[in-house]
């Protein structure tokens, strides 16, 4: 093994994957149905969250400070109806419907402050918290009540069918496994079948490089750009949270798992038919585990049978859950199980392939 | 005395049980052409992927430049430059861009690409990519390629195989000057006349044997017959072809007497191709 030949075989491996359309392909691919995702489920042009109000009459303060607000979008409705339906088709995340006088009869006590509330069901956890913090505050200023004797219990009534997670949520493991999975399988593999075709692979090894840092520069450069694209995509969907030295390694194993898959894959395809056969088969194999997730109705567990699994588990863990290392712990150990097999694997097809090259010249 | 560039023992190697090498022996010396002849199947791609590297001996030793090539492999092919028969360019990249990773890979210091591609006739087109080149340009960048490391040892697969004219000048003069540096060259050819006209000894490889060594003027000398193609004018004003065999006790008598008693038009002196010799040894063309 030679580090400065691996790290020139590198530059070319990304200096040729800039003009491949496979590379362009798998790079492009995430991001932009990152941002249609976004696009379509509301969470990339409309960050701030968005509260609907009906006001029987009487709550222009509260009104107003709720319209004041910076970190919320309000908007009012005629009647209770019409504000229903409002959060019922996701026009607004979170609805109030104030009874007459509400901040008057809450500032004075004794008698009962009544509010209907209404939250859409696809109504992500970040709005509905900065809802609450909105309203809480602008009851205060309204009311001059001391925020922790606020005489309030508030019962939500929900319209539509219970969910979760946000269509943009339960499409994120997706979008991940997709990122790391066609980065760095997808790339080193066509990459290696593409020169096993057209000769320079042998052209390679005959000089003082070795076959072992030619597979070497092509799992870094998978496993780099599978990084990156993961990192990406957690970007694009705000998905950012929890101990970024613990999703880092996440990203960093999911990466090696799948660049040292994808040299496997490019070493066995005889050629690009073969590969694109394989890769048919296999792409449900390692989409499943994301595709499982869209549909929260189909038991989770059976994801845990694809080895992606125990990269997309954890990244949402960490990214949703805040999730500590003890949490993903197990789902790493099984990571790096398989990392090691694959090593392996890989360390005897070396071995398979150079005679296989020198068989074929 | 200086080692052999090349020293091969009892070299053997076979697929399965089809032996393709069959304990074959000789030296190439530094400045040499070596022309490894032979027809398809014959063992010749089969002894340069030994010789390369490529491929582990099972039996014989092959030593290039003093190195063993199964223990010092990776050493003795930082010595070596190769062009093959089928281009293998990355064709995506232009030329500057495919000598420039190959002399990073033989970690050449001070490495000048624009002059190499001034030598193979390249320049000029040094900014686009290869996949727009000619087969003969893309030839003479495989040769420049085999040449970026300044190799003591050039092995040269079909190297003007399909090639214009002008392509295969520019490739023979390149031999000619890497062996007057120094460089040994293993050469492996349908092309009998290149294989004559740039190797100082050739070598005919037959069912992994070799069956002939020499140079190509002692391999006419020994095998192949010269001889004088006359045509004369009969007494009836027909024309005839008579045959003088050269190189026999009664070849001058034989001269004399042709032209003092016939009529004599044109004489053409004739020898035997190394394609000749190799069926004669062989009982098989070149080609097959």
Request: proline share 3%; charged share 20%; hydrophobic share 50%.
């Amino acid at each position: 093994m030679d580090v400065q030949r691996i790290w020139v075989l590198m530059g070319k491996e990304i200096r040729l994957g800039l003009t491949s359309f496979m590379s362009i392909y798998v790079l492009v691919m995430p991001v932009l149905l990152s941002l249609l995702v976004a696009l379509i489920f509301g969470d990339l042009f409309a960050q701030t969250p968005r509260l609907g109000l009906f006001d029987a009459g009487g709550n222009e303060t509260l009104v107003q400070a709720l319209a004041d607000h910076p970190s919320i979008q309000t908007r009012s409705y005629a009647s209770q109806a019409a504000l229903e339906a409002a959060v019922a088709r996701g026009s607004v995340e979170w609805g109030m419907s104030l009874e007459a006088d509400f901040a008057n009869v809450l500032r004075e006590g004794g008698a009962v402050a009544r509010t209907n509330t209404y939250r859409w069901g696809e109504a992500g956890a970040r709005s509905l918290m900065l809802i609450e913090a909105a309203v809480a505050r602008a009851v205060v200023e309204a009311t001059g009540l001391v925020f922790d004797e606020l005489p309030v219990n508030v019962e939500v009534g929900q319209l539509g069918k219970a969910s979760t997670a946000t269509w943009s949520q339960r499409l994120l493991p997706l979008l991940l496994i997709m990122a790391i999975v066609l980065s760095g399988l997808f790339i080193p593999s066509s990459s290696l079948v593409d020169e096993k075709q057209k000769g320079t692979l042998v052209a390679l090894t005959t000089t003082p490089a070795s076959l072992l840092d030619v597979y070497l520069a092509k799992t870094a450069v998978g496993f780099i750009l599978s990084g990156l694209m993961a990192l990406i995509i957690l970007a694009l969907n705000n998905a950012f949270a929890g101990n970024p030295g613990l999703l880092l390694l996440v990203i960093a194993l999911g990466g090696l798992m799948s660049s040292i898959l994808g040299v496997i894959l490019g070493s066995l395809s005889r050629d690009m038919e073969t590969f694109m056969g394989i890769i048919k088969v296999l792409g449900l194999v390692l989409y499943a585990p994301g595709i499982l997730e869209i549909f929260p109705q189909v038991p989770q567990w059976i994801g845990r049978v694809f080895p992606t699994y125990y990269i997309m588990n954890p990244l949402l863990e960490i990214s949703r859950n805040a999730a500590r290392f003890a949490d993903v712990a197990l789902d790493l150990a099984i990571l790096i199980g398989f990392i090691v097999i694959l090593a392996f694997v890989l360390a005897r097809e070396i071995q398979r392939q150079q005679q296989q090259l020198a068989l074929e010249g | 005395m200086t080692s052999p560039a090349i020293s091969v023992k009892d070299l053997s190697f076979s697929y399965g049980e089809n032996l393709a090498v069959d304990g074959i022996s000789f030296d190439v010396a530094e400045g040499e052409v070596f022309g490894f002849l032979g027809p398809n199947g014959a063992g010749k791609s089969t002894t340069v992927r030994l010789l390369t590297g490529q491929l582990t001996p099972q039996a014989g030793t092959a030593e290039l430049l003093g190195m063993d090539i199964v223990s010092e492999r990776k050493k003795a092919q930082q010595e070596m430059g190769i062009s093959y028969e089928s281009t293998n360019l990355y064709e995506q990249l232009n030329a500057v861009e495919n000598l420039n990773l190959f002399a990073r890979l033989y970690k050449v210091a001070d490495f000048d690409a624009m002059a190499l591609l001034e030598r193979v006739g390249l320049s000029g087109r040094e900014k686009e990519h290869v996949a727009n080149y000619s087969k003969g340009m893309k030839q003479r960048l495989m040769m420049a390629r085999a040449l970026v490391s300044r190799p003591r040892l050039l092995f040269l697969d079909e190297p003007t195989d399909g090639l214009d004219p002008v392509s295969t000048q520019t490739i023979h003069a390149l031999i000619e000057t890497a062996t007057r540096e120094g460089t040994a060259v293993f050469l492996t050819t349908h092309d009998m006349v290149e294989a004559d006209k740039l190797s100082d000894r050739v070598a005919f490889i037959h069912e992994g044997r070799i069956v002939a060594l020499d140079t190509p003027a002692a391999l006419k000398q020994r095998f192949g017959l010269r001889a004088l193609k006359v045509e004369v004018r009969l007494a009836n004003g027909q024309t005839e072809l008579r045959e003088v065999t050269l190189d026999e006790s009664g070849t001058a008598q034989a001269v004399h007497d042709l032209f003092r008693n016939e009529h004599v038009l044109t004489v053409h002196s004739e020898e035997a191709t190394l394609e000749d010799i190799f069926i004669d040894i062989t009982g098989r063309g070149l080609q097959g």
